[in-house]
């Protein structure tokens, strides 16, 4: 076997392998997400249509320069689709695993077919090839007028999509804002409390937001209800609670593989000293607090601007939790 003829397959297989060893200990690498393009959008449809089209006579060199790109395109979320449908999803590791096997399989199956070709398909990269292949020398000054243009047109778009996958724009930002019951799940909430009885519930804030943040949390016991007749929230009651903090946190990555983390979480243990349906209100706020009108002498800050803070969150303009408590 002559493997200078297989060299395009050959280098799929050492680039798809060189490749895994980035991710794993190259992650950053700006090699490593250029690679990975061609891995992705070329590498898999190009050893599929050179192992089904062995023979020269089957498909000219651009027909299989298109196929390559198109049938990848529609390779690589078939793979995903069978991956979803598995213990393992679609995480990194194994779309990477996954890739590397299929390219690795068709390249060794593309030799395989090649070597038994009767006119195999050998693709020889030269300016004569490229000439011949774009039909330059019967071309009109317009025709390569035109396909020069197109070949600028390629490069640009291609340089363009390989600029923008290796300088991506960073992702959302957001603030993770939630509270669990006493055993640290999302169940057994204190709803449910006798005058006086202390009530515990664990607040929680991932910060995502690309930078570090100061949080203010605020803790308010409203007592409020729903007007039908003017569509309109009434604020009966509305004091505060003691605990309120602050805390400043660094930004952390979203990962979406493996298992989440919390980055910041407190108990909160409260009491309410008055029978009835409350609303226990948490309201978080980014690098400073609203200020606040004065105490009112009742300590109810229902008939006073505060309680737009209230009125705001509940329309989702602040970002707050609310725990609705049955007191007895």
Wanted: charged share 20%; no cysteine.
């Amino acid at each position: 076997m002559e493997w200078r003829k297989h060299w395009d397959t050959l280098t799929i297989i050492i680039l798809s392998l060189f490749l895994d060893f980035l991710i794993v200990f190259f992650p950053d690498s700006i090699v490593r997400k250029a690679l990975g393009l061609a891995f992705v959008l070329f590498f898999p449809g190009y050893v599929f249509i050179t192992a089904l089209f062995p023979e020269k006579k089957e498909l000219d060199n651009l027909e299989r320069l298109a196929l390559s790109f198109g049938l990848s395109i529609a390779i690589v979320p078939l793979i995903g689709l069978a991956l979803n449908y598995t213990p393992w999803g679609i995480r990194l590791t194994p779309i990477l695993v996954s890739l590397t096997v299929f390219n690795t399989a068709f390249a060794l199956a593309a030799i395989y077919r090649r070597e038994t070709a009767i006119e195999p398909w050998i693709p020889r990269i030269t300016i004569e090839k490229i000439k011949e292949e774009l039909e330059w020398d019967e071309s009109s000054k317009l025709d390569k007028a035109l396909t020069v243009i197109l070949i600028i047109a390629i490069i640009t778009s291609i340089g363009t999509l390989a600029y923008v996958v290796t300088h991506p724009k960073p992702g959302e930002a957001f603030t993770e804002f939630y509270i669990l019951g006493p055993e640290g799940i999302a169940d057994n909430y204190p709803t449910d409390l006798f005058v006086g009885e202390n009530g515990t519930v664990i607040i929680g804030i991932v910060n995502h937001e690309h930078r570090n943040v100061t949080y203010y949390v605020q803790i308010w016991l409203v007592n409020l209800t729903w007007d039908n007749t003017t569509n309109t929230t009434l604020i009966h009651e509305m004091y505060p609670m003691p605990g309120w903090f602050n805390v400043t946190l660094p930004n952390v990555p979203v990962n979406i593989e493996g298992n989440w983390t919390p980055q910041f979480e407190t108990n909160y243990t409260f009491s309410i000293d008055k029978p009835g349906q409350w609303q226990v209100w948490f309201l978080l706020f980014k690098d400073k607090p609203p200020e606040l009108p004065p105490a009112p002498p009742d300590g109810n800050y229902a008939e006073t601007d505060a309680k737009n803070l209230i009125l705001e969150a509940i329309n989702g303009t602040v970002q707050s939790l609310k725990l609705n408590v049955r007191v007895s």
